[in-house]
C-alpha cells in the first residue's frame, strides 16, 4: 500500500496514494492505523484524494481507524472526491457517523476549532 503521512503535534494526515480501497488494500490500512494509534498520534485525518473506488472492506478500515481514534481524539476523512466514493459513503451512511471534511486544510481548521471548545469546556 502507498502512502504519504505528514506528522505534526496534534494530528497526523494519511493521504493514500492508491486508486482502489479494496480488500487487498484494507487489511495494511488497519494495521497502520493501529501502528499510528499506539504511536500516541491524538487526532488523524485520511485523505482520500487518489482514492476512486471504495469497497466494503474499505469501509470496514475506514471504521476501525474512526474506532480506535475514539474516545482520544478525532478522526476525520477528507478528500473525498470522486462520485463512486462519496456515492458509496452516502449510501452506506457514514457520513453521518465519521467527520467527513471536504479538504486538508478545512479538517486542520476542524481539529483546532474542537480542541478550543474543549478547552473552553474545561474551563
Request: negative net charge.
Amino acid at each position: 500500500m502507498k502512502y504519504s503521512i505528514d506528522k505534526q503535534d496534534r494530528y497526523a494526515i494519511m493521504t493514500l496514494d492508491v486508486d482502489n480501497l479494496n480488500s487487498i488494500v484494507a487489511p495494511d490500512l488497519k494495521s497502520e492505523f493501529v501502528i499510528f494509534r499506539n504511536e500516541g498520534i491524538p487526532n488523524f485525518i485520511l485523505d482520500l484524494t487518489n482514492v476512486k473506488y471504495i469497497d466494503s472492506s474499505g469501509l470496514s478500515a475506514i471504521l476501525t481507524g474512526n474506532r480506535l481514534w475514539k474516545g482520544i481524539g478525532t478522526f476525520i476523512v477528507t478528500g473525498v472526491q470522486h462520485a463512486a466514493v462519496k456515492k458509496l459513503i452516502e449510501i452506506s451512511r457514514l457520513d453521518t457517523i465519521l467527520a467527513v471534511i471536504p479538504t486538508v486544510s478545512e479538517s486542520v481548521d476542524y481539529l483546532y476549532m474542537e480542541n478550543l471548545e474543549k478547552q473552553l469546556e474545561e474551563e
